[in-house]
C-alpha cells in the first residue's frame, strides 16, 4: 500500500505544483496577489471544454486553444485591474482587494453563462487506461500530468534565464524603474507575464479539471488556498521551488491522510505554511536576488 | 386665495387620493408568500431547483384562481447565496418591509438554524422544504419541516442494502466540514450497530476536497462490503470514479443520504455510479396521478427533468396553499394552526407534521438504486 500511497502523492504534487506555477510567476516577477488566477483556472478548463465538445477538437488542440485564449484573456484583465494598481504605494493590499472584486464577478458571469452544475468531458477524450505495476496503478492521465510539469518547470526555467525576453521580465520584477531606464517596455513584459501566468492556468484548469472530471465556476477556489501554501512554501516567483514545494506538499498530505487520519489534512498544508514562515521566510529554493539594504 | 386655504385644499386632495390608494390596495387580494432559497454560489443547484418546484407550484394555483378565498399569490423572493447573515436580512426584509404571511425556506441548514429566531421573534411561520439537520423545527413553534431528515432515511437505506447484500464490515466516508454530514456519520454508527455490521475504517474529508486516493487506497485491502457516504454530488462523484479508477473490488456498495439523492451524481460519475444506494421521498418515476402530471408540467416549463428538490418546493407551496386556505383568518397565529394540524395528499403521499413539527412519517419514501443510468427503486 505505501508505494501506491507515493504514487498518488506524487501525483497529487504535480497537480498541485501546476496549478502553482503561473501563480508565482505573476506574485514573484510582477509583485502582486492576483487572485484572478483561480478564475483564469476555471476559464481554461470551460474553453477546452468547449473546444472538446463544440469543435471536436482532441487533447493537445484543446489546450493549446485554451491557453491562447486564457492568456489573452489574462493580459486584457490585468491591464484593467492590476497595471493601474501596480504604481500605487499599497500595491499589495489594493491588488488583492481589486482582484478579489474582479474575481467574484467573474465567478458570477461564469455561473451565468455555464451554469453551476459541474460539468464532464466527452467520454473518449483523454486515455482512460489505467497502468498497473503489481499493487500500484496509475492512470496514463496522471503519468501525463508529471510529466507536463517537469516540462513546464524547465521550459519556464530556461526561458527566464536564457532568453532576452525571459531576462527583460526578470529585470522588470527585480527593479522596474531602472528596467525603464535601460529601454525595457515594463507595459509589454507585464502583458507577456500576464500571458504566460493565464496560458499557465489554463493548461492547469485542463488537466486537474479532466483528472477529477468535474469543471465547474468555482473549480479554481479549492485549489487557491493550497496553491498560496505552495508559492510562498516554494519561494516566490521560483518555478524550481513551486515545484519542490508541490511536491512535498502533496506527499505529505497523502502520507498523513493514510498513516495518521484524514481529518489532519488541510492542517499539515497550513502547519507546514507556518513552519516555513517561521524557519525559512524566503522559502524553500528562493531566488537568488539583490536585495536593496 | 390665502395661503392657509391653499394649504387645506391640497391637504384634502392628499387625503383623497391616500384614501383611494389604500382602498385600491385592500381590493387586490393577494397574499404574499417570501421564498428564500440559495440561487447563486455554489449550492445553487439545491435552491434553484426549490424554487424552480415553488414558482410552478404558484402558477398553477394562480391559473386555477388563486387560493380560495384568500386571493392570488404573490412571490417574493430573495437569494442568499448560500450564505447564513444574508438569510437572516431576507427574513427581516421580507418580514418587515413586504409583510409576507409565510416564509418558504431557506435551503441550508445552517441558514434555517440563523434565520428561525427571526420568524419567531415576529410570528411569522416558516416552511423549511430542504434543511436536515437535528433541531430545526425546535427553534420554535412557528418554525415547520418538510424535508425528511437523515436519521429517518439513511437507516431504512441501511437495513434493505444489509438485507439484500449481507453486509457485514463497512467503511465510512464522511464530509467533516459540513454539519449535515458529521450528523450522517453519527446516524450511519447507529444503524451499522443495530444491523450487527462493523464499522472498520472512518475516513473524513473537506466538501470541496478532490483528491481521495488516499483514503480509497487505504480502505481497498481492508475487505469491506459497503462504503456508507457523507457527501454532496460533486465530492460523491468524484469518491466514486476515484474509486473505480483505483480498481476498488466491485462488490463494494455505496450508500449516500439526502447528497446523493441528484441526477447531478450519475451525470458527474457515470458509470461509477452503478449500485449506488440512496433512500428519498419521491423519485421521478413514481406512478401515481399527482408525481406524473407534476413531471410532465415542470419538463414542459424547464425542460429538464425534476430532482427531489424540486418537488419538495412544489410540495411545500401545495402544503402553505392549503393552509393559507384553510385557516379561519389571514392572522399568523391562525395560518400557524392550520399549518400544524394539516393533512393533505400530494407528491410524498399522505403528509401531516409530527407534534415536533418535523413530517409525521417517512410516506412513501422509496429506497432507490442506480441501475442503468438511472434511479430505480431497488
Given amino acids: 500500500m505505501f508505494a501506491q500511497q507515493l504514487v498518488n502523492g506524487v501525483v497529487l504534487g504535480a497537480i498541485y505544483s501546476l496549478f502553482s506555477l503561473g501563480f508565482t510567476i505573476i506574485f514573484g516577477v510582477l509583485h502582486v496577489i492576483n487572485l484572478m488566477y483561480g478564475v483564469f483556472f476555471a476559464l481554461g478548463a470551460y474553453v477546452s471544454l468547449w473546444a472538446a465538445q463544440s469543435l471536436g477538437l482532441g487533447l493537445i488542440a484543446s489546450i493549446a486553444l485554451s491557453a491562447v485564449v486564457t492568456g489573452v484573456a489574462a493580459i486584457g484583465l490585468d491591464a484593467l485591474i492590476v497595471t493601474p494598481l501596480r504604481r500605487r504605494k499599497e500595491r499589495y493590499l489594493a491588488s488583492l482587494l481589486a482582484t478579489m472584486g474582479m474575481s467574484l464577478f467573474l465567478y458570477a458571469l461564469l455561473t451565468r453563462f455555464f451554469g453551476a452544475e459541474p460539468m464532464r468531458y466527452p467520454s473518449g477524450f483523454s486515455s482512460e487506461t489505467v497502468l498497473s505495476f503489481g499493487s500500484v496503478s496509475i492512470s496514463v492521465l496522471q503519468i501525463t500530468i508529471v510529466g507536463i510539469v517537469l516540462v513546464v518547470v524547465a521550459a519556464l526555467f530556461w526561458f527566464l534565464k536564457k532568453t532576452r525576453w525571459g531576462v527583460a521580465v526578470r529585470g522588470v520584477g527585480d527593479h522596474e524603474t531602472a528596467a525603464l531606464l535601460v529601454g525595457l517596455s515594463p507595459f509589454r513584459t507585464t502583458a507577456l507575464v500576464s500571458f504566460i501566468g493565464g496560458s499557465l492556468a489554463a493548461v492547469a484548469g485542463t488537466l486537474i479539471g479532466l483528472n477529477f472530471n468535474a469543471v465547474q465556476p468555482f473549480m479554481g477556489e479549492t485549489m487557491m488556498l493550497q496553491g498560496f501554501a505552495v508559492v510562498v512554501i516554494g519561494g516566490l516567483g521560483s518555478m524550481p521551488g513551486a515545484l519542490a514545494a508541490g511536491m512535498l506538499l502533496g506527499i505529505i498530505e497523502i502520507l498523513t491522510t493514510a498513516y495518521i487520519s484524514s481529518a489532519y489534512r488541510d492542517a499539515v498544508t497550513f502547519a507546514l505554511l507556518l513552519a516555513t514562515l517561521w524557519v525559512l521566510p524566503q522559502g524553500l529554493l528562493p531566488t537568488s536576488t539583490a536585495r536593496r539594504v | ?378
Avoid at chain 2, 380560495?68 to 430573495?78: A, N
Avoid at chain 2, 485491502?221 to 476498488?248: C, E, R, V
Avoid at chain 2, 427533468?305 to 397565529?333: E, F, I
Fill in chain 2, 1 to 378: 386665495m390665502t395661503r392657509t386655504k391653499q394649504y387645506k385644499i391640497k391637504m384634502t386632495a392628499v387625503a383623497i387620493s391616500l384614501l383611494l390608494g389604500v382602498t385600491s390596495l385592500a381590493g387586490a387580494a393577494e397574499v404574499k408568500v417570501g421564498v428564500v432559497q440559495v440561487l447563486t454560489g455554489p449550492n445553487s443547484k439545491f435552491g434553484g431547483q426549490t424554487y424552480k418546484g415553488i414558482q410552478l407550484a404558484a402558477e398553477q394555483i394562480n391559473a386555477a384562481g388563486g387560493i380560495k378565498g384568500v386571493g392570488t399569490v404573490k412571490l417574493i423572493t430573495e437569494d442568499t447565496g448560500g450564505n447564513k447573515e444574508q438569510a437572516v436580512d431576507a427574513f427581516r426584509r421580507l418580514i418587515a418591509q413586504e409583510h409576507v404571511a409565510v416564509i418558504i425556506g431557506p435551503t441550508l441548514s445552517s441558514e434555517a438554524l440563523a434565520a428561525g429566531p427571526i420568524a419567531c421573534q415576529r410570528d411569522i411561520p416558516m416552511v423549511t422544504v430542504n434543511a436536515t439537520a437535528k433541531g430545526i423545527p425546535d427553534v420554535c413553534s412557528f418554525v415547520f419541516r418538510t424535508s425528511l431528515a437523515e436519521r429517518q432515511l439513511l437507516p431504512l437505506s441501511v437495513a434493505r442494502a444489509a438485507a439484500k447484500y449481507k453486509i457485514k464490515r463497512a467503511a465510512i466516508f464522511y464530509a467533516n466540514d459540513d454539519p449535515n454530514m458529521v450528523e450522517s456519520y453519527a446516524i450511519y454508527k447507529d444503524a451499522a450497530a443495530k444491523q450487527g455490521i462493523e464499522i472498520v475504517d472512518v475516513e473524513s474529508f473537506a466538501t470541496k476536497d478532490t483528491d481521495f486516493s488516499a483514503q480509497l487506497t487505504k480502505v481497498k485491502s481492508m475487505n469491506i462490503d459497503a462504503i456508507f457516504t457523507g457527501a454532496y454530488p460533486d465530492t460523491g462523484a468524484s469518491i466514486l470514479t476515484q474509486a473505480a479508477k483505483l480498481g476498488l473490488p466491485k462488490n463494494i456498495v455505496f450508500i449516500g443520504g439526502n447528497g446523493f439523492n441528484s441526477p447531478n451524481l450519475i451525470s458527474l460519475a457515470g458509470p461509477s455510479a452503478e449500485g449506488v444506494i440512496v433512500s428519498s421521498p419521491w423519485y421521478v418515476g413514481k406512478a401515481d396521478a399527482d408525481n406524473v402530471s407534476f413531471v410532465k408540467r415542470y419538463r414542459a416549463k424547464y425542460q429538464q427533468d425534476p430532482d427531489t428538490y424540486a418537488a419538495q418546493g412544489y410540495q411545500g407551496m401545495m402544503l402553505v396553499a392549503a393552509a393559507l386556505a384553510g385557516s379561519p383568518n389571514q392572522t399568523s397565529a391562525a395560518i400557524r394552526d392550520t399549518l400544524a394540524g394539516i393533512r393533505v395528499t400530494g407528491l410524498f403521499g399522505a403528509f401531516s407534521f409530527a407534534a415536533n413539527r418535523d413530517p409525521a412519517g417517512v410516506g412513501n419514501a422509496v429506497t432507490l438504486q442506480v441501475k442503468g443510468g438511472t434511479f430505480q427503486p431497488m
